[in-house]
């Protein structure tokens, strides 16, 4: 897991005051969501978590890496972030969770070049919204 504190990895977000704000309210809720996964105190670490969750809005891939990886999500079931290097700078991701890890990925353009499920070993790839190029990956 990555030790960084959220001002260390900010000052790699070359990014507006709007969206370092927007950063910050994802990162609060998935660190929430996934408190299971860095909470060491076993009395408290399931008390936030959700099991049922979604961002409300999608961000860049690079910053989706850094907010999965402060939340201690770089591993989870077979869930590994590495797998977010296949999604290019087209694209950009809600994190969720359904039980397990799960993201909407949405990419501007043509989903040609979307990874499949296989690409980035999630267990299921659906299409949500032809008309947005939004698939949602899932893995368990």
């Known amino acids: 897991m990555t030790n960084k504190s959220f001002s ?3 000052g790699n977000w070359n990014r507006t005051g709007i969206q370092l704000a927007v950063y910050r309210q994802e990162l609060f809720d998935v660190m ?5 996964c860095w909470i060491e105190d076993a009395s408290k670490k399931y008390s936030t978590r959700k099991l049922d ?3 409300e809005y999608g961000v860049p891939v690079d910053i989706a890496i850094t907010i999965l990886s ?12 590495e ?3 296949k999604f290019d700078d087209n694209c950009t991701i809600q994190i ?3 039980g397990s890890v799960c993201l909407y990925v949405t990419r501007k ?24 190029n939004m698939f949602r990956y899932w893995w368990d």
């Open 70 to 81: 402060m939340a201690g999500v770089e591993q989870y079931n077979d869930f590994n972030f």
């Open 83 to 85: 797998c977010l290097a």
């Open 109 to 132: 353009g043509s989903y040609v070049d979307m990874p499949t499920a296989q690409d980035v070993k999630a267990d299921e790839m659906d299409e949500v919204s032809g008309e947005d």
């Open 96 to 98: 969720a969770r359904e």
């Open 53 to 55: 969750f979604r961002c």
């Open 8 to 10: 260390e990895m900010q």
């Open 32 to 36: 929430g969501a996934y408190g299971d």
